[in-house]
């Protein structure tokens, strides 16, 4: 360990809270979530990373689930009329058998959030225990950053998100299920595979947002089982400030990203994950 490691690990024993009953804490994770969760930058790579840095205690695989409810009150808050008109038209092709694009928009989202509900129960354990790794996290960020801007490099980028169908769904609901992964990064492999499928970046992001909802519920529901089965763990007003900051920043995060991909691709996010990478391997190695 280096001069410069230890100084920084030395300060932020001496001066950071170790649980999260501090709103500091909750507020700087929860920005955190906002932020990277709707960037293709994995948010929870950075809610591992983060505490690492700070010196903090690891908040744990429940308390990163409940800040999740707050990214997802900002999808459902910003897309809520994509997300009406695709329940209506899902419900009409059920009683009424018409068939209509938002109604097999609805569809591949139901399909995809399979392959990630089967891995998450599956692999819950593990991830929790095994995968919380910084050196795994700066693997992943590298990795994965390298094909987001693979695929969008030679995506052709033509699809709009009405041409969708159940196969690009479940193939899309697969790469979903390897965010499970600290590092992945759940909005940019959905994206990656979405331009892979020639999805606009529009559309990639868009379907990446609206296939988040069902599984950030379910998440969700599980993190409130985790907290009933383990009381004190967390105190209630950090974690529900921190709710509230990551549904606020995550709305901001989702408005930027929509705009900034058009006109400037994926490349800088790139970028940001290799220089991630390398700083974590240089603390952490």
């Known amino acids: 360990m280096n001069t410069l490691t230890q100084l920084l690990i030395h300060w932020t024993v001496e001066v950071a809270p170790q649980a999260v009953g501090s709103y500091w804490q909750a507020v700087v994770l929860a920005l955190v979530q906002g932020v990277t969760e709707m960037l293709p ?20 695989l429940a308390f990163d689930a409940a800040m999740h409810v707050g990214t997802l009150l900002a999808v459902v808050l910003y897309f809520y009329r994509d997300l009406w008109n695709m ?23 139901l399909l995809g959030t399979v392959p990630v509900a089967v891995a998450g129960v ?3 354990d593990t991830i929790e225990h095994v995968f919380r790794n910084p050196l795994l996290v700066a693997g992943n960020l590298a990795l994965f950053g390298v094909l987001l801007w693979w695929a969008d490099r ?13 196969r690009d769904g479940l193939l899309i609901g697969l790469a979903q299920a390897l965010a499970l ?3 992945t990064s759940r909005s940019g492999i959905t994206m990656t595979a979405g331009l892979a499928l020639g999805l606009t970046r529009e559309a990639a992001a868009r379907f990446s947002f609206l296939l988040s909802v069902p599984a950030v519920a379910a998440a969700g529901l599980l993190a409130v089982k985790d907290f009933i089965e383990l009381p004190g763990e967390h105190t209630v007003g950090p974690l529900a400030v921190a709710v509230g900051v990551s549904a606020v920043t995550g709305m901001l995060s989702i408005h ?23 700083l974590c391997v240089y603390f952490f190695r």
């Open 41 to 60: 930058i994995s948010s929870s790579g950075h809610l591992i990373l983060v505490p690492r840095f700070f010196g903090w205690q690891d908040q744990g």
């Open 87 to 109: 329940a209506t038209a899902g419900l009409a092709s059920v009683f009424r058998g018409r068939h209509t694009p938002d109604s097999r928009l609805a569809w591949a989202v």
């Open 122 to 124: 599956l692999l819950k």
């Open 154 to 166: 030679t995506g052709r980028r033509r699809r709009q998100l009405q041409q969708m169908d159940l």
């Open 181 to 183: 992964v600290p590092g």
């Open 256 to 278: 930027f990203l929509l705009r900034f991909i058009q006109r400037v691709g994926m490349a800088p996010f790139l970028w940001y994950r290799l220089a991630l990478a390398g």
